[in-house]
């Protein structure tokens, strides 16, 4: 049986409403009814998060514009709480929550993750979880596929280091129609793919438009998302 473990560094819920639409459940943080009720605010199912590896996720790692910030508990204290709303914030919109990850550096705690401070913003519930659950997905996985992604946040980048040192069997497939072009493979062999025993920067072509590097652990396609996924469907 497959299993989509899908992270997203995105803001929308595209792939997971596309989902819905072809009847696969998919779990995304949330237990979302699509109700009046959601839109109160609905708190993460935390235990399902960290516990569940066998069902379809769909896990916004850097949040969501239908998340929310509650910046007070029940009793009116200071307590904030990202929740699900159902209809989209802008950040500017909710009232203003600091927390404090390190002593005398407070964070302002938004629904979405971006610019200064991600990785302390990232250790808020349920960023944290999300991430845990990335970091062993990584670690467990046979395949990771990779698309849209530049490798430019370091909170990222070494969950796949981790898994690269210690997951012999993974495979990172990446499709970027720019990746030779832009010079990726350059820069990722200083960071992540140092932990790779490597014989030669230079990839080795498999196919068209396929490249192998650090003796087949990395495979890149240089295609576009959408050419990538018809080529794939008529070899299966």
Known sequence: MSILRMYTLNYDRIFKILLDDVNIDCFEGFNVTNSIDDIKGLRADVPKIINDSNCNIHYNLHGSAFWKVLPLNDKGLPHPEVVYTGVPHLPMNDVQANVQIEKGKPV???????????????????????????DR??????????????????HINECLKTALRYNKNLILEIIDPSFISNELDKKLNSTIFQFIDNESLYPKKIGENKFSYFKDRVIVCTLKFKDYLEIESNNT
Not at 140 to 147: G, P
């Open 108 to 134: 302002f705690l938004t629904n979405i993750i971006t610019g200064y401070q991600k990785a302390q913003k990232a250790m808020i519930t349920p960023f944290k979880q999300m991430h845990s659950s990335f």
């Open 137 to 154: 997905d990584c670690c467990n996985a046979r395949k990771i596929y990779i698309v849209g992604y530049s490798f430019g946040d370091e």
